[in-house]
């Protein structure tokens, strides 16, 4: 059965996220409902990896709907996600004569999702596309916002635009291919999600993690899928562009929780050792610590968090790291605002507040990096 969650957003830009096992097998149908009548082809941006696995599926469903299809593939992995990889595909579609009507169909992770969406933003000025998001945290995370973005020398998506997909179409079965790690990143975000947005869905996350063979595409983890991409739909469609003057318990900014130490732990291991994921799961307890040490977050809810963030999967060891060299790492963080780092920490799960980092003791600091390095 098809899950659906919509996303509202402010002037009627509304869409749907698509649920199912086998959803790509209807991308085309999608297409056809969402797209202008006057649609005629669609540009499949994706890398090898992924279109050997699920390419021919999305060509044919779309070519079943009398759309022309031309596929365009990048490299695998983050360095790929360029302004220069970016340029090229621009010039791959006004070769292909890719029209104002027509429309991008992103089909990989969230590398590729963020990359075609920017090229969706910005090939004749915007036009339509749909995203098919084929890793864990793509589904959960990367596909609902319309955050766009490609990275350069200097830092991460620090070129981008907000530019809404028509429709995002998530095929859970597309789960069962990806490598053991990338399921651990995603699920630490979920976890995340589930920490700063309820009990009920932190319970659903780790009762899912708990009892269920988590490749198997059931109709669980469809409806967990979903839950999550509606917590995710929420905090965006209350603050579509995430201002920066907000830090309510409703502000895009907790969705930052973990993030903090996570940038930090990437950045002192030259982006090698963590998959994004992975380094958020670390980052959670620290917040989860630093929460609990100022007397925000009982005990009880800090053994919970930790207990689950296990039941992800294995993280790479951290205890080599220097906390002196992580403390200096975050002063970078490019969330500070006034040059203080802004923690969303923990009053207890399903419940956030930000903190400013002047707030907080150096000694508690150090003593709960310590504690999450472990
Ligand atoms: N736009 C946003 O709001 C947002 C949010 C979070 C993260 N992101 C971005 O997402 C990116 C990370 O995305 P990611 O974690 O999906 O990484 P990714 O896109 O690099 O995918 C991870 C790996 O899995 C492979 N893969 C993808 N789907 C597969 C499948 N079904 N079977 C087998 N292999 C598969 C990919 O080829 C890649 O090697 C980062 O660039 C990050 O900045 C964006
Ligand atoms: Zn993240």
Redesign the pocket.
């Given at each position: 059965m098809m899950r659906r969650v919509p996303v509202r957003l402010s002037g009627g830009r509304g869409y749907e996220i698509e649920i199912d096992a086998g959803a790509l097998d209807n991308l085309g149908a999608t297409a056809r409902r969402v797209l202008a009548p006057t649609a005629r082809r669609c540009a499949i941006i994706s890398?090898?990896?992924?279109f050997d696995?699920?390419g021919a599926t999305v060509v044919e469903s779309l070519r079943a709907q009398g759309f022309g299809v031309a596929s365009l593939l990048i490299g695998?992995?983050?360095r790929h996600?360029s302004l220069r990889v970016a340029e090229r595909v621009l010039e791959s579609l006004a070769a292909l004569g890719l029209e104002r009507s027509d429309a991008v169909v992103a089909l990989?992770?969230?590398?590729?999702?963020?990359l075609a969406?920017f090229v969706a933003a910005v090939y004749l000025r915007g036009i339509a596309w749909l995203q098919a998001?084929?890793?864990?945290?793509?589904q959960i995370?990367?596909?609902?916002?319309?955050?766009?973005?490609v990275?350069t020398r200097t830092g991460?998506?620090l070129i981008?635009a907000f530019h809404q997909p028509r429709a995002v179409v998530i095929d859970t079965r597309?789960?069962?291919?990806?490598?053991p790690r990338?399921l651990t990143?995603?699920w630490c975000?979920a976890i995340k999600q589930g920490a700063i947005g309820s009990r009920r869905l932190f319970a659903q996350t780790r009762n899912y993690l708990l009892h269920a063979n988590a490749t198997e595409s059931s109709a669980q983890l469809s409806d967990l899928i979903a839950a999550q991409c509606a917590f995710k739909a929420r905090v965006v469609a209350g603050d579509e562009r995430e201002s920066v003057a907000r830090t309510d318990a409703r502000s895009r900014r907790i969705l930052n929780f973990g993030h903090t130490v996570a940038h930090a732990l990437e950045a002192v291991t030259n982006f090698r050792r963590f998959?994004?994921?992975e380094a958020v799961g670390r980052g959670m307890l620290a917040a989860a610590e630093i929460s609990n040490r100022l007397g925000l977050l009982p005990s009880s809810e800090l053994e919970l968090l930790r207990a689950t963030v296990r039941l992800a999967g294995r993280l790479p060891h951290a205890d080599d790291l220097d906390a002196g060299l992580l403390l200096s790492a975050l002063a970078g963080d490019k969330k500070s605002v006034g040059g203080h780092v802004q923690w969303v920490l923990l009053e207890r799960i399903g419940r956030t507040r930000i903190v400013s980092g002047r707030e907080i003791p150096p000694k508690i600091l150090r003593a709960s990096l310590r504690a999450a390095l472990i």
């Open positions: 890398n090898r990896r992924v696995l699920y695998d992995g983050e996600k990989g992770g969230g590398v590729v999702g963020d969406g998001p084929t890793t864990l945290l793509a995370d990367a596909s609902v916002g319309g955050k766009t973005a990275n991460k998506n981008g597309t789960l069962q291919t990806l490598p990338e990143a995603g975000e998959r994004h994921g």
